[in-house]
């Protein structure tokens, strides 16, 4: 599995990011020169992924004001990712692009396929502006993650300093002497 410190892979997938078919292929240049936050989620028309995917949406503004595209990401296709937007009432108004990940290439450049189901697992990544994992996270497919505490590491990671266990923005950081 890919990790801190190693270059987030190259990539070119179709995705949707309205309610219609307004397919577009994103790649590490759709947000070149900003941080970026992928969030990948097991299957669509599923129970805890909705649930995810709206956090997610529901903090998209504050992602923005801190320079991050935030992306999400199954191996579902482009077609069903439109599907599911449509169908599901919190996911009608998602502000950032369903990436489909349907050849499984980049999930499997990731390292994040679950051996048993091929899907990916709950995972998350923060990529700086040069492309370098900043953060990693995992989750097994029952439990979902939080979007609060993906927003509060992007924040800690933008500061360039040592932040202490539970810092959040706006309050002192670390200095050494």
Known sequence: MLTVGDHFPAYALKGVATNDMSFETYTPASH???????????????????TEISAFGDLYEEFKAQGAQVYGLSTDSEFVHLAWRNSHPALQTLPYPMLSDITRSLSEALGILHKQEGVCLRATYIVDPEGVIRH?????????????????????????????????????????A
């Open 32 to 50: 070149k020169g900003s941080w970026a936050v992928y969030m990948f989620w097991p299957k669509d028309f599923t129970f805890v992924c909705p």
């Open 136 to 176: 990693v996270s995992v989750n097994d497919l029952s439990v979902g993650r939080s979007a609060d505490e993906i927003l509060r590491l992007l924040q800690a990671f933008q500061t360039g300093e040592l932040t202490p266990c539970n810092w959040k923005k706006g309050e002192k950081v670390i200095k050494v």
